[in-house]
């Protein structure tokens, strides 16, 4: 018998006090908490949050133009552009794009990324990314130090059960609350330990394109 | 606080510490109680709280109740999205399985993010004897492999080095290790974390194996989510080839949308946050990597045979129920004698490996059925019940049994000082013996010390303290 058929075989008689005719679904379980909730307005409360992480936060009416500033705010230069975004968006930074795919030695070299994002929670502050045209594959949200990302307005939801309703499992997602941080050294936090430690998001109400 | 869901080797520091066991102790203490503070702000401010435990809780039973079939509807998911299912019984053959996967990519070097799963199967060892070299990525652990010494505590497991001892162990061992140090490095936080961020990122940018756990796996979909705080794990997760992600099998939840309940009581319950920094979700095999899956039994079906003690499955490792207990904060994490500490050490290590030894009949004494675990579990899992329930399982095996337990785990809570000394020797063993995993209640009872049997009950002495 194999492994596999032997921790199956363990797995049910174990459960010999379930009855046979029990179906998983006839367990129940009880759903009262909340889907959504009222409250602030959620862009209020998104930037709320985000200042709270330490995240950069700006209010962009002109996408482009605010995202060429902030680049050359932070000198960024040479930025890991995702195909879905635009390379008249970095103003005179240049736009690297990731085809062939670059190596990770590559992304390290490279001032920053561009993206935009797939869902963000407000009450939690959290940016979800699904790898689509306009954020890339995961690494080129990993290695570079700067990631400044655009959020349009419609793309924020309150709670995590309506981000979860509107994300697709079958692509890879990166959750992303902060900066990344660490508290190991005397309990002292520090921001930014392997992810960007610059975390800069910009909420636009304009279209992103998706290319 | 390392900010990761999962534990580590409870095991001591090396006899080499400069920090006194009153400053450690002080430390500790302050950190449980940070931690427990930010974890009722954040748990405060949800409204549906109780809503969302008593889901969590029914998710886990409805899982447990039916896990043969969720089973293989994982298996069934991963494979579909190109991943491979590998099933081990026990922590000998999962480790095979590691060990061979690891092999055929032909590499001697993997990168771990940090998971109870691998430390219960001691599989940083196990590679070692293949000739492979495991380095752990978090960066508390890196600090504690770098000085080769053990990790003091489950959410702070380098408390115990200050500063300025972080700055020595840097500049002396990183490189041997790789990258050098700065010879410059001063000893504020910011620049050793940015010294580690250096040394590691060498190792992420070339790594080709990587190694991890899991907080959960979704039947429906065959999706595999890991919750940190550093970015190492999304480092090992991302970059490597080939990732290998080791499983126990109560990890499961049935859905997708099941991670709505688990999103939210996860993080607020273990660190104290609205959101931990990063997640990350991945189903099968991502972004041109090869994924192989371990699932992991090693006892677990036994617990799972147990009516009253199967809801210890559903733990999802938050660590809430250390810190507001009176007696780990006493008598640290290291006197639980496994990778699992605390009140869900004293229920789950006695059942995942029987009542077979001193220590495991003593850790469903290693409690005053306060009930604070209970009432902070963010699945519900009524801890004082278990307990019980396995003490009259200890009284009715008859013996010694309960008195030496009892005795046991009373000398323990009794001399820190004892305690510290046995922690020591049963760090120093363990390098000997790597799988034997003696804890200081094991040790006291190999040397024959047997203890005076009490003459009060455990609880009544606690109550007198
Ligand atoms: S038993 Fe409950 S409180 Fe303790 S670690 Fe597990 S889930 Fe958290």
């Known amino acids: ?211 | 606080m390392s900010g990761t869901f999962v534990g580590m080797p409870a095991f001591p520091e090396a006899s080499s510490s400069a920090v006194s066991d009153a400053q450690l102790r002080h430390n500790l203490r302050k950190a449980t109680h940070t931690i427990r503070a930010k974890r009722a702000a954040v748990v405060g401010e949800q409204p549906d709280w109780a809503a969302l435990r008593e889901a969590g809780a029914a998710v886990k039973d409805r899982t447990l109740r039916h896990l043969d079939v969720y089973l293989e509807r994982l298996e069934a998911a991963v494979v579909a999205a190109g991943g491979q299912v590998h099933w081990a019984g026990d922590a000998e053959e999962a480790n095979r399985i590691v060990v061979d996967l690891v092999k055929a990519t032909g590499e001697t070097e993997v990168v771990k993010v940090k998971s109870m799963a691998t430390q219960e199967i001691d599989l940083n060892a196990a590679l070692a004897s293949a000739g492979i070299r495991a380095y752990e990525t978090d960066l508390a652990e890196l600090i504690v492999q770098l000085g080769d010494d053990w990790p003091s505590h489950i959410l702070v497991p380098a408390i115990h080095r200050n500063r300025s001892e972080i700055r020595e162990i840097f500049l002396k061992h990183m490189a041997s290790w790789g990258r050098p140090a700065p010879a410059d490095l001063k000893d504020d936080p910011r620049a050793l974390a940015e010294a580690a961020r250096l040394h590691l990122r060498e190792r992420f940018l070339s790594a080709r194996v990587g190694i991890s756990g899991a907080n959960f796996a979704v039947a429906e979909t065959g999706t595999l989510v890991v919750l940190e705080s550093e970015g190492n794990g999304r480092m090992c997760l991302t970059l490597p080839e080939t990732l290998i992600s080791v499983v126990g099998i109560e990890k499961l939840v049935p859905t997708w949308a099941d991670l709505e309940v688990f999103m939210q009581l996860l993080p607020r319950s273990s660190t104290g946050e609205r959101m931990n920094p990063y997640t990350s979700m991945w189903t099968g095999a991502t972004e041109g990597q090869t994924f192989h899956l371990v699932l992991l039994d090693n006892g677990r079906t036994s617990v799972l045979s147990d009516e009253v003690g199967r809801q210890a499955l559903r733990c999802i490792r938050c660590s809430a129920c250390l810190n507001v207990c009176p007696v780990y904060e006493r008598a640290g994490g290291h006197s639980y004698g496994s990778v699992y500490p605390g009140p869900i050490g004293a229920i789950l290590t006695p059942q995942l490996r029987g009542l077979v030894g001193p220590l495991e009949e003593s850790l469903p004494y290693a409690s005053t059925l306060c009930g604070a675990c209970y009432e902070v579990c963010p699945v519900a899992i009524n801890i004082p019940e278990v307990l019980l329930d396995l003490r009259s399982k200890v009284v009715a095996r008859g013996h010694r049994g309960e008195r030496l337990a009892m005795g046991a785990a009373r000398r323990v809570l009794d001399s820190p000082r004892w305690l510290s000394l046995a922690q020591r020797s049963a760090g120093r063993l363990r390098r000997w013996t790597p799988r034997r995993l003696p804890g200081p209640l094991s040790a006291w009872s190999d040397t024959r010390d047997v203890p005076v049997p009490p003459k009060q009950s455990f609880r009544d002495w606690w109550a007198e303290r």
């Open chain 1, 1 to 211: 018998m194999s492994s596999r058929d032997q921790i199956l075989a363990r797995v049910r008689s174990a459960l010999a006090d379930v009855p046979r005719t029990e179906d998983p679904e006839d367990f129940p379980v009880p759903r009262d908490y909340e889907r959504t909730r009222s409250g602030p307005d959620v862009v209020e409360l998104l930037v709320d949050r985000l200042v709270d992480y330490k995240a950069t936060v700006h209010e962009a009416p002109e996408v482009a133009a605010a995202v060429a500033e902030a680049l050359v705010r932070h000198g960024a230069r040479r930025i890991a552009a995702p195909s879905g975004i635009p390379a008249e968006w970095l103003g005179e930074a240049e736009a690297v794009r990731d085809d062939p795919p670059l190596r990770p030695a590559e992304l390290d070299a490279l001032d920053g990324v561009v993206t935009g994002c797939a869902v963000v929670i407000a009450e939690t502050g959290t940016i979800v990314l699904d790898a689509g045209p306009d954020q890339g594959r995961r690494a080129l949200t990993l290695v570079p130090d700067y990631h400044l990302c655009v959020v349009r307005r419609d793309q924020i939801v309150r709670t995590v059960p309506e981000a979860l309703e509107r994300l697709d499992p079958a692509r890879p997602l990166t959750w992303i609350s902060g900066p990344s941080a660490t508290s190991d050294i005397e309990l002292n936090r520090v921001e930014g330990v392997h992810g960007p430690r610059t975390l800069e998001v910009l909420i636009t109400g304009e279209i992103a394109s998706t290319g």
